[in-house]
């Protein structure tokens, strides 16, 4: 069974992480207001995280900006589109995109990381599937944009094992 992250989930977790002595967090937005051309907007949903926190979002962000800096390491968005073999369009491959691109180097082009990026997605998710074949249908979902992304980070370790 995939696991699949709504505002609701964050919401429940959010107030968790709050002591009880603290006020409540301010409710996260509707489902509707983070959605973007069907997709989650995650840099609405990390706002809205943040702000049930108590933390201000630019705040954080420049923090993290300054970390990378003197780590001598920058931000990249290579956004959430791919296109496979066949010329269809696959949504949600930010994960792909960026493990490419992060291999390939940083001078190589956004356009350079696609096909690297492509592959990627192709051997993790045979070994993801070689382990969880119940999976395939909402991997075929997410990158169809017909349902929320499955969380890619957590497919690394059983690919790993191969």
């Known amino acids: 069974r995939s696991r699949k ?10 107030a968790a992480a709050v002591s009880s002595t603290a006020p409540p967090p301010p409710p996260l937005p509707a489902q509707a207001a983070l959605n973007v051309d069907g997709m989650v907007d995650h ?23 300054q970390f990378l800096a003197k780590l001598g390491l920058r931000s990249r968005d ?4 791919n296109v496979d073999e066949h010329g269809e369009t696959l949504l949600n491959q930010c ?4 493990m490419a691109h992060a291999y390939l180097g940083h001078e190589t ?6 096909g690297m990026a492509l ?3 192709r051997a993790i998710e045979a070994a993801v599937l070689a382990s969880h ?25 059983i690919a790993m094992k191969e």
Not at 49 to 61: I, K
Not at 78 to 81: A, D, M, Q, T
Not at 109 to 114: H, R, S, W
């Open 5 to 14: 992250r709504t505002s609701s989930d964050l919401s429940c977790y959010a």
């Open 78 to 81: 290579l956004g959430v589109r």
């Open 95 to 98: 994960f792909y995109l960026s």
């Open 43 to 65: 840099e609405e949903l990390t706002r809205a995280v943040y702000a049930s926190q108590g933390l201000d979002f630019e705040t954080v962000r420049g923090m993290a900006s």
């Open 133 to 157: 074949p119940t999976w395939a249908d909402d991997l075929r979902k997410s990158a169809a944009g017909e349902c929320q992304a499955m969380v890619f980070a957590d497919f690394l370790p």
């Open 119 to 121: 592959h990627l997605r």
């Open 109 to 114: 082009p956004q356009e350079g990381a696609t």
